[in-house]
């Protein structure tokens, strides 16, 4: 029995209908362990400080302790990881385990894709989505590999996943004849 061209993969074959992939950062965790940490204090402050001290402070400080482990806890879990999902379609980010934010981005809009080896949280200001006018939009949740797509109207959009260079073969492939396909460039 021979094995036909099309059960080794060969050049010809049409892309896969879809590609999945994630990235995780574990340092977030540790950010969110401080950020419930800082809710636990505002509420022991809430329920055991003698009140007899001034309320207005100890209200105040409740608060603060709240609220600010509120922004650490849910801010920092938003982006413990990204899932990334292309078909024939769209690129699909999602951020986090509620998958919250989302960015779709019909591949009718992406003119290029290219594989960076190295995207740094650094370069973008942070962790998480991020702006930047001389760069463009990104979602970055670790360093490492990443996509960077260039759309029809000239922006970019940057996104930190594993096996980032399956995906830039599935993106080009979907793409319509004729799209620039870029190179491997360090952001």
Not at 11 to 21: S, Y
Not at 26 to 41: I, T
Not at 64 to 75: K, N
Request: include cysteine.
């Amino acid at each position: 029995m021979t094995d036909h061209p099309r059960d080794k993969g060969q050049a010809g074959d049409p892309p896969p209908a879809l590609w999945t992939g994630r990235a995780t950062n574990r340092l977030q965790w540790v950010l969110a362990a401080a950020g419930a940490a800082c809710m636990a204090l505002g509420i022991e402050l809430a329920v055991d400080a003698p009140w007899t001290s001034g309320v207005v402070a100890l209200l105040m400080s409740v608060i603060g302790c709240v609220a600010a482990g509120l922004l650490m806890l849910f801010g920092t879990l938003a982006f413990v990881h990204v899932a990334v999902k292309v078909d024939k379609d769209a690129m699909e980010v999602r951020c986090g385990h509620m998958g919250v934010p989302r960015r779709r981005i019909p591949l009718a809009q992406v003119v290029g894709a290219e594989f960076v080896p190295k995207v740094t949280p650094c370069h973008w200001g942070g962790w998480g989505c991020r702006w930047r006018p001389e760069q463009g939009t990104a979602v970055i949740v670790r360093r490492g590999e990443g996509i960077v797509l260039t759309l029809g109207d000239g922006r970019t959009f940057t996104v930190t996943v594993d096996d980032a260079e399956a995906a830039v073969r599935v993106i080009r492939d979907h793409l319509r004849p004729g799209a620039s396909t870029g190179t491997t460039t360090a952001v």
